[in-house]
């Protein structure tokens, strides 16, 4: 199943013009700079905003169409707001009910007792939001959300309001969400922190419209896009805890490529974890080295590469199925004569574990 969604929004000088076809499952994150129609677009599907013409189906539900509308009301919705908008003289628990008990019995999917436990406030459920972080105020406000049994969730840059502590607070909230609820997301964010550890696919805007759209790796490492060319261009890949290093302290991840170590033993034994990989971390060279401090090597074949100016290239590389990035000097292109096709060694000297 899928969602999609097309509409033609004039506001202004500004026109929204998209026609998305997204997977309905997983974390769907829309990107691109302020002002490019990102949030005009979770209006539309939320029926906030009603613009005649427009066609939304969500799975086997169609919400618009023609002269159908469904009313936002009668929409099985939840949208989280940059601010978290408490009812100020009611105290969480009593935050949470107000959504619960309008849902009808045989409707409930999630529980107030889930939301709760998914969202890690039940030590909260007495204060009133006055008394709160401004992190708990955000988990509150998304248990609220899910209190009310969603079949589709909208997050409209629910961190953008925090400060990077509080940031790093709730990340681990968001995921659990991810994981454990199956229920479409849509989240927009201009930190590609957050998308890369949330976003299982991605949706770019520029200017009113959808540039490119799809899985999250691939979009990163795509070199007709933008992503893939500024200063933190990345690959993101997921990868199994395959065993550990007792003596030196090394975690094992197998993935696609191959098996990849890293630092520290936190993981848990079969724990599936997304691995972060900057191009400038990837160096290439013709033939295994073994004299190197770099342990995570990998056979690679480049699948296609294009200049930044006169000094740099950025290379694809495919390892095993999955694509990672290379940032070098065209010096080095020229002295490995760098081209499509031929077979590297990808050497990856740092990598961040995202989850």
């Excluded at 039940?122 to 969603?150: M, T, Y």
């Excluded at 893939?228 to 197998?254: K, M, N, P, Q, R």
Aim: proline fraction near 4%.
């Amino acid at each position: 199943m899928s969602i999609q969604a097309k509409f033609a929004i004039q506001r202004g000088d500004f026109t929204l013009d998209v026609d998305l076809d997204v997977p309905a499952n997983g974390v769907t994150a829309l990107y691109g700079p302020s002002g490019c129609g990102k949030s005009s677009l979770l209006r539309a599907i939320a029926g906030l905003e009603h613009h005649a013409g427009g066609y939304l189906k969500v799975g086997e539900s169609t919400w618009q169409q023609g002269d159908q509308f469904t009313a936002p009301h009668e929409r099985p919705f939840a949208y989280v707001f940059q601010e978290a908008s408490l009812f100020p003289h009611l105290n969480v628990q009593r935050n949470l009910e107000y959504g619960y008990k309008r849902v009808a019995n045989d409707q409930r999917r999630i529980s107030l007792e889930q939301a709760t436990e998914l969202l890690g406030i039940q030590d909260l459920l007495k204060r009133k939001p006055h008394n709160l972080s401004g992190g708990e105020r955000q988990r509150v406000a998304i248990a609220r959300a899910l209190c009310v049994s969603p079949q589709f969730l909208l997050m409209d840059e629910p961190l953008a309001a925090l400060d990077q502590a509080s940031k790093q607070e709730i990340l681990p909230y968001l995921e659990s969400l991810h994981n454990t609820l199956k229920i479409p997301i849509f989240y927009v964010s201009h930190t590609m922190e957050e998308i890369a550890r949330l976003a299982d696919h991605l949706v770019l805007f520029e200017k009113g419209k959808i540039i490119a759209s799809g899985p999250i790796n691939s979009m990163l490492t795509r070199l007709d896009q933008p992503l893939a060319h500024g200063s933190d261009a990345s690959a993101i890949f997921e990868a199994t805890v395959s065993g550990f290093d007792e003596t030196y302290h090394l975690t094992h991840l197998d993935f696609a490529g191959g098996r990849f170590s890293a630092p520290g033993m936190s993981l848990q034994l079969g724990q599936t974890v997304r691995v972060r990989i900057a191009a400038r971390d990837v160096s290439l060279t013709l033939e295994r080295q073994a004299s190197t401090s770099i342990q995570n090597i990998f056979p690679a074949v480049i699948d296609e590469t294009t200049a930044e100016g006169d000094a740099q290239v950025t290379v694809r590389l495919q390892v095993g199925s999955d694509a990672l990035l290379s940032r070098i000097t065209q010096k080095s292109s020229a002295e490995l004569d760098v081209k499509p096709g031929k077979q590297v060694f990808a050497q990856v000297k740092s990598a961040v574990l995202l989850a």
